[in-house]
T-cell receptor, first 113, second 113 residues
Framework: NAGVTQTPKFQVLKTGQSMTLQCAQD?????MSWYRQDPGMGLRLIHY???????DQGEVPNGYNVSRSTTEDFPLRLLSAAPSQTSVYFC????????????FGEGSWLTVV | GENVEQHPSTLSVQEGDSAVIKCTYS??????FPWYKQELGKRPQLIID?????GEKKDQRIAVTLNKTAKHFSLHITETQPEDSAVYFC????????????FGDGTTLTVKP
């Protein structure tokens, strides 16, 4: 049982490049989400999904796309990277019942130059 | 949407003293309030949580209290130890906010030996 696995752990992008952060969970959780964490700040929700085929925007969705074709996978796509997207990204999952523990991936450190 | 405010942003205590971190939330529909501890370079880890039908919960040196009427909840750490030094985040979710947690900006706790 690996929990939440996200890749890559580190990435450097040039401005304008696109990339996909991968996230997979093996706990059969219906809820998945992506957060970004900037220095000295909390986690801000980018996009979330309450089940396969369903996604919705969080607090800071601009510049990012998501899809949820399976329960296990929830990739985050950066369409045209900007320096403002330099951050640490965390994928997370939780069970459907309200009020359950969020399980975080190990994080992806992204630098856009 | 939900808004969570966390205070203080930094807290320094002597080993053995108590530490208290407070959070307020805005959406009365939220019913799940977890606290996470994040060490440098690591993912957030759940340390304690409380649901809206409970006023207080304790786990060894850590306790959380919830005042639904005032919409605030607090983390209490007693007999602090140097290994308690980390960033602590509160969050709110559940109800109409199911699947999308809103986090406070974090409190950097330093425990001086």
């Amino acid at each position: 049982n690996a929990g939440v696995t996200q890749t890559p752990k580190f990435q450097v992008l040039k401005t304008g490049q696109s990339m996909t952060l991968q996230c997979a969970q093996d706990m059969n959780h219906e809820y998945m989400s992506w957060y970004r964490q900037d220095p000295g700040m909390g986690l801000r929700l980018i996009h979330y999904s309450v089940g396969a085929g369903i996604t919705d925007q969080g607090e800071v969705p601009n510049g990012y796309n998501v899809s949820r074709s399976t329960t296990e996978d929830f990739p985050l796509r950066l369409l045209s990277a900007a320096p403002s997207q330099t951050s640490v990204y965390f994928c997370a999952s939780e069970e459907r019942a309200s009020g359950n523990t969020i399980y975080f991936g190990e994080g992806s450190w992204l630098t856009v130059v | 949407g939900e808004n969570v405010e966390q205070h203080p942003s930094t807290l320094s205590v002597q080993e053995g003293d108590s530490a208290v971190i407070k959070c307020t939330y805005s959406d009365s529909a939220s019913n799940y309030f977890p606290w996470y501890k994040q060490e440098l370079g690591k993912r957030p880890q759940l340390i304690i949580d409380i649901r809206s039908n409970v006023g207080e919960k304790k786990d060894q040196r850590i306790a959380v209290t919830l005042n639904k009427t005032a919409k605030h909840f607090s983390l209490h750490i007693t007999e602090t130890q140097p290994e308690d030094s980390a960033v602590y985040f509160c969050a709110a979710s559940g109800g109409t906010n199911a699947g999308k947690s809103t986090f406070g900006d974090g409190t950097t706790l330093t425990v001086k030996p």
